[in-house]
């Protein structure tokens, strides 16, 4: 055309029409795996600057990846915590825990007994380790997948089991999706559905606690994929400017439901180097050991106790099954990725470390895995009695219309008087 368009648009001579890069994951179901494109380091070989050092001196380790546990199951180099025996069994008993709790509330899901459920498997450590690193004080603000911090800080099994069966003894009445727990006492703040809230909730949670001079820090953990949200970085803006007290947690485990991490920024830079735009500090950290994650939040936990300000952190591990009772990852990933995952296995590099230490056996183990299922079985055996899905065992009715308005406006009260009169007439036989 004389005005130089072309059909496509507007032509400039020689220069290539513009494009866009649409991410695309490297395997999809079928395909053999290959990871050597992934750059795993030796353990022990990542310097650990001191705890207050300036934020600069950790932008190296965003790009790195700290690792503790050597091919032998030696703890190695200077981020090895030197943890004694006895925490290092509790943290992996509380690993084992948390995945035999999943395995039990999986089935539960499958028989029936509940709507929902959502496993950590292969992420124990993210949530576990870390929480053996932070004070029981200190304030937690997760997302749906840190179960192991309940678990780590010694909240009831039997509680998690009543609120994922919405039955009469949940405390949150129902009004939460199962798993979606809430438990003031242990420092763990309500979970909502909602992606990366949590983030300027701790933020501000730190602020108000520096703002009132108490010594207790926040931290939040969200995932790779819910980084993408502008709260995300709305929150690491505040952190920055005000160098709040506050530890990030981004547990990259690779995907988001079926979305792989490049949608959120992955094949264009690590998740912790965000921390180096905003001037904070940044760790990268192998997610599935037990041993870095804990030294990486005590070092981010001493720093933002010691007024050194805030640290993002990178755990780098795998989502091992699908993202919920909902999902059906074969439907879009490769099997093998799971299979061929070169950082192993949490729970196991644990048990092998205490066993190369000489403080635990397979004899030891197996005999705890059996006590763990046993103790999961009490729990959910006990929460039983108080009801499952389906039962009617819930919460009474007219409940959901309480606890909002201090009394109950006209209008709410002509809807909850609608709703048991409706009931009637639909349920006749039912008795609440
Ligand atoms: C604001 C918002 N957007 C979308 C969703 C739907 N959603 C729920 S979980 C999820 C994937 C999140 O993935 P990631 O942050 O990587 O965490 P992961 O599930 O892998 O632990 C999505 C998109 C939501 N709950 N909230
Ligand atoms: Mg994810």
């Not at 010594?215 to 502008?230: C, D, K, P, Q, V």
């Not at 998740?271 to 037990?290: E, H, P, Q, S, T």
Request: glycine share 8%; with cysteine; charged share 25%.
């Amino acid at each position: 055309m004389a005005d130089g368009r072309t059909g496509a648009g507007i032509s400039r001579g020689n220069l290539p029409p513009l494009e866009l890069h649409v991410p695309e994951p490297r395997y999809r179901p079928g395909d053999a795996v290959d990871y050597s494109y992934l750059a795993i380091p030796e353990a022990g070989k990542q310097p650990r600057p001191d705890e207050t050092c300036p934020a600069a001196e950790t932008f190296p380790l965003c790009d790195d990846l700290i690792r503790v546990l050597d091919e032998d199951h030696r703890a190695v180099g200077p981020w090895n915590p030197r943890l004694d025996a006895e925490t290092l069994r509790r943290m992996l008993r509380a690993m084992a825990l948390t995945r035999a709790f999943d395995d039990r509330m999986y089935r539960a899901q499958r028989q029936g007994k509940t709507s929902f459920y959502m496993k950590c498997t292969g992420e124990e450590a993210t949530s576990v380790a870390s929480a053996f690193a932070l004070a029981s004080d200190d304030m937690v603000f997760p997302s749906y997948r840190q179960q192991g911090i309940l678990i780590a800080r010694g909240y009831p099994l039997v509680e998690m089991v009543n609120q994922i069966y919405s039955n009469r003894a949940d405390v949150l009445k129902g009004r939460q999706l199962p798993i979606m727990y809430s438990a003031r006492d242990y420092g763990f703040f309500s979970i909502s559905g909602n992606l990366a809230t949590q983030y300027p909730q701790a933020v501000g949670w730190a602020m108000a606690s520096a703002i009132k001079g108490d010594t207790r820090i926040a931290t939040s953990y969200i995932g790779e994929g819910s980084s993408a949200e502008g709260d995300f970085h709305s929150a690491l803006m505040f952190a920055a400017v005000y160098n709040a007290p506050v530890v990030l947690n981004i547990v990259n485990n690779q995907w988001a439901i079926s979305s792989f991490s490049g949608f959120a920024g992955a094949e264009r830079s690590t998740f912790a180097a965000r921390a180096i735009g905003y001037g904070i500090a940044g760790l990268r950290v192998d997610g599935n050991d037990a041993l870095a994650v804990y030294a990486a939040m005590r070092w981010a936990a001493n720093r933002a106790r010691a007024n050194g300000g805030p640290t993002l952190i990178e755990h780098f591990t795998y989502r091992a099954e699908g993202h919920s009772t909902s999902d059906d990852p074969s439907a879009y990933r490769s099997a093998r990725e799971r299979e061929e995952w070169p950082l192993g296995d949490p729970v196991m590099r644990l048990k092998r470390h205490l066993v190369a230490l000489g403080e635990w056996s397979v004899e030891q183990h197996e005999a705890m895995d059996r006590e763990l299922v046993e103790e999961v079985k009490t729990a959910t055996k006990e929460a039983e009695k108080n009801g499952i899905l389906g039962h009617g065992m819930h919460h009474p009715f007219h409940t959901m219309f309480e606890d909002v308005f201090e009394e109950l406006p006209w209008h709410l009260q002509e809807q909850a008087e609608q709703a048991i009169r409706e009931r009637r007439v639909k349920w006749p036989d039912w008795k609440e």
